[in-house]
C-alpha cells in the first residue's frame, strides 16, 4: 500500500484540492483508493460526498487515530492512501508524515506560503521523511515564460533540498468546478490542461516513491 500525506502549515494553499484529485487519480487508474481526512474542517470529506458515482472511500480520522486507520486500510486491501491534512497544530501533522511513504508539501508562489514552506520541510528532515514540493494555484505562464513570482518560489524552493515537481499546477476554475461536483478534472476536462497537470503530479508522486525523482 502507498501511503501520501499532503501537508503544508499554510490554510487555502491546496491541500484539499491536491488530496482529493490524487485519491481520485489512484482511483481512475484502477486501484483501491482511499482519502483520510485528518482536518477536523472535514473538507475532503464534503467534496468526496458530492459524488454521485463510485469513487474513493473518505474516512473522518485524525492524526493519533492515523496508525489504527492505516493497519485497517492494509487488511482492506487498499492499495493507495491519501491523507488530507490539517494546517493547524505541528502534531497533528507529524502522525500523517511519519506513516507516510511521502509527503506531498503545497505552496503557493506567495511570500508567506513560502515562509510555512520552509518550516514544513524543516520538519520533513527532522524526521528523515522523504517529500516533494508542488506549487499550487500559480498565474499561466506567458509565451512560455514563468510570471516573476513564479520564478522567485522556484529559486527559493531550489535551496530546501527537496525535489520539486516538474509539474506546476495553476490557477484554474476547473479545479473549482470538478471539485464542486465531487470529480476529478481529469473526469470533468479531459484530456484539458488541468487533467494534464493532475496526470503529471500522478506520475511525479509515483516517480518520488520509486526514488526516480
Ligand atoms: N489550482 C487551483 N486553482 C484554482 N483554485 C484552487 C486551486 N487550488 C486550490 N484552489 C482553491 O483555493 C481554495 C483553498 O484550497 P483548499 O484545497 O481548500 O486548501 P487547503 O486545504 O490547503 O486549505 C479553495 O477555494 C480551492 O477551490
Ligand atoms: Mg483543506
Not at 18 to 27: D, F, G, Q, S
Not at 68 to 87: H, M, N, Q, S, Y
Request: proline fraction near 8%; charged fraction near 20%.
Amino acid at each position: 500500500m502507498r501511503t501520501i500525506a499532503v501537508i503544508a502549515r499554510k490554510g487555502g494553499s491546496g491541500k484539499t484540492t491536491l488530496a482529493t484529485h490524487l485519491a481520485l487519480a489512484a482511483h481512475l487508474r484502477g486501484r483501491q483508493a482511499m482519502l483520510a481526512d485528518a482536518d477536523p474542517q472535514r473538507s475532503s470529506t464534503e467534496v468526496l460526498r458530492l459524488r454521485q458515482i463510485p469513487g474513493p472511500q473518505v474516512v473522518e480520522t485524525a492524526g493519533p487515530k492515523l496508525f489504527a486507520l492505516k493497519v485497517a486500510a492494509l487488511r482492506d486491501g487498499v492499495e493507495t492512501l491519501v491523507i488530507d491534512t490539517p494546517a493547524g497544530p505541528e502534531t497533528e501533522v507529524c502522525h500523517a508524515i511519519v506513516l507516510a511513504e511521502l509527503s506531498l508539501v503545497v505552496v503557493r508562489p506567495t511570500y508567506l506560503d513560502l515562509v510555512m514552506a520552509v518550516r514544513t520541510v524543516e520538519i520533513l528532515h527532522r524526521l528523515g521523511r522523504p517529500g516533494l514540493i508542488v506549487l499550487n494555484q500559480a498565474p499561466f505562464s506567458r509565451a512560455g515564460a514563468e510570471p516573476p513570482p513564479v520564478r522567485k518560489a522556484l529559486d527559493a524552493l531550489k535551496l530546501l533540498h527537496t525535489p520539486i515537481a516538474p509539474v506546476i499546477i495553476r490557477a484554474r476554475m476547473a479545479y473549482q468546478e470538478a471539485l464542486s461536483m465531487g470529480l476529478s478534472v481529469e473526469e470533468l476536462t479531459p484530456p484539458g490542461p488541468a487533467a494534464q497537470e493532475i496526470d503529471q503530479l500522478w506520475s511525479a508522486v509515483e516517480d518520488r516513491m520509486a526514488g526516480r525523482l
